[in-house]
Structure formats: C-alpha cells, structure tokens
Nanobody, 123 residues
Framework: QVQLVESGGRLVRPGGSLTLSCAASERIFGIYSMGWFRQAPGKERDFVAGISPYGDITLNDDSVKGRFGISRDYANMAYLDLDSLQPDDTAVYFC?????????????????WGQGTQVTVSS
C-alpha cells in the first residue's frame, strides 16, 4: 500500500506562488499516474492536474491552465507548482496515485490518497 504525504501548503497573498510536494512511501516513477485534486469548504473534490507514470503526459483542468504545473521526479515525488494564485484557489490540496498508464480526471480512479495540505490565498 502506497502512503502519500503532501506538504508545502500555506497562506499566500493573491498573485503569489508556491510549490506543493507529494512524497510517496515507495518508488512511484514508472508505476503510478499521479493526480492533484483540491477541495474548497462546502464543495466537491475537483481535479487540478495529472501526470503519467513516466511524466510524458500531463493534464490540467481548464481553471488552472497556464497557472499551475505538475511534475515528478524519477523516484517517489510529485509536485504541483502554483502561480498567480487567487482567492478562489483556496482549498485543501490532495495528491493521489493511480496504477494506470495515463492520468485520469476522475477521483474514483485513484487508489491511494494523501491527507491533504491547506492552501489559503488571502490578503
């Protein structure tokens, strides 16, 4: 069973940037597609970005296209770069792992989840 731990969430001002990290308990490169999702208070968990096991395929939700970028290393890490943050980006951000050859936008496809990290965008 893969354990995932997110980090990097914090309070940031509108227009600011930060990078979220997702550390897996074992090697995930070449095995799992990784996804980032977010959930704002009172709302459903929404897809943000996904990356294939070898990093050759990435997906971004239209709401973050051009502002957020997903990446991964060759071992056990995945990252989400967030730029031009806005108050509407405030949410708990989750990473997830899916033993599939391409990332999915559907949260039900993912097998393992982290506990989430809070991102708050406010002046």
């Amino acid at each position: 069973q893969v354990q995932l731990v997110e980090s990097g969430g914090r309070l940031v001002r509108p227009g600011g940037s930060l990078t979220l990290s997702c550390a897996a308990s074992e090697r995930i490169f070449g095995i799992y597609s990784m996804g980032w999702f977010r959930q704002a208070p009172g709302k459903e968990r929404d897809f943000v970005a996904g990356i294939s096991p070898y990093g050759d395929i990435t997906l971004n939700d239209d709401s973050v296209k051009g502002r957020f970028g997903i990446s991964r290393d060759y071992a056990n890490m995945a990252y989400l770069d967030l730029d031009s943050l806005q108050p509407d980006d405030t949410a708990v951000y989750f990473c997830a792992a899916d033993r599939a050859t391409a990332p999915s936008r559907d949260s039900a496809e993912y097998d393992y989840w982290g506990q989430g990290t809070q991102v708050t965008v406010s002046s």
